[in-house]
């Protein structure tokens, strides 16, 4: 079965970056795109960006361009996402999913939650 | 506020019908963008309830329907159960952002 199976909880410091990974498994990796959504505390789901499962081609929310990058490791099926100058308003669980805009998000990990605080 | 406008809450006994709205506009709903909707039961991940408008993923009970039209869409839960308790989303792809878009979610209430 589809799995998509995220790295442990991280605290951090205001301005230093994160990295939080996505392996995934029961699938052809290159097939599917992989999006990244964040949930502040007790707030919505926001969309971050997505990479292209078949060329790596990336796209990312306009209030998070240039602090934000997803990569991908085809030889290991994993996805990441580093999030740079980190902000106490970045506090929030952080998930990967499976699939794009227009195909919906049909699988997701299980959430990692990124602590920002001094 | 989101791109894509839900309310807040919405309320209903087991024998009723509910209808979740998702307002948006011409450069997403509008312009013949699938909307997507999803359930998030307390403190887990949001699972996919709806896709392509109106198709419900395997393991999806009946119960649960989408449509939509002109710039919005509507999620309806016919007969909601107590394990229907959550919040749910909607999705969608806005071509002036250039972004996917979700709604700021709903929460269900069963009497």
């Known amino acids: 079965q589809v799995q998509l199976v995220q790295s442990g909880a991280e605290v951090k410091k205001p301005g230093a970056s994160v990295k939080v990974s996505c392996k995934a498994s029961?699938?052809?990796?290159?097939?599917?795109?992989i999006t990244w959504v964040r949930q502040a505390p007790g707030q919505g789901l926001e969309w971050m960006g997505w990479?292209?499962?078949?060329?790596?081609?990336?796209n990312y929310a306009q209030k998070l361009q240039g602090r934000v990058t997803v990569t991908t490791d085809t030889s290991t099926s994993t996805a990441y996402m580093e999030l740079r100058s980190l902000r106490s308003d970045d506090t929030a669980v952080y998930y990967c999913?499976?699939?794009?805009?227009?195909?919906?998000?049909?699988?997701w990990g299980q959430g990692t939650l990124v602590t920002v605080s001094s | 506020q989101s791109v894509l406008t839900q309310p807040p809450s919405v309320s209903g006994a087991p024998g009723q019908r509910v209808t979740i709205s998702c307002t948006g506009s011409?450069?997403?709903?509008?312009?013949?963008?699938?909307v997507h909707w999803y359930q998030q039961l307390p403190g887990t991940a949001p699972k996919l309830l709806i896709y392509?408008?109106?198709n419900r993923p395997s393991g999806v009970p009946d119960r649960f329907s989408g449509s939509k039209s002109g710039t919005s869409a509507s999620l309806a839960i016919t007969g909601p159960q107590a394990e229907d308790e959550a919040d749910y989303y909607c999705?969608?792809?806005?071509?002036?952002?250039?972004?996917?878009?979700f709604g700021g979610g709903t929460t269900l209430t069963v009497l």
């Open positions: 999913a499976r699939g794009g805009a227009s195909s919906g998000y049909d699988n």
């Open positions: 029961g699938y052809t990796f290159t097939s599917y795109d």
């Open positions: 990479i292209s499962g078949y060329n790596g081609k990336t």
């Open positions: 011409s450069s997403n709903i509008g312009a013949g963008y699938d």
């Open positions: 392509g408008g109106g």
């Open positions: 999705q969608s792809y806005d071509s002036s952002l250039s972004a996917s878009v």
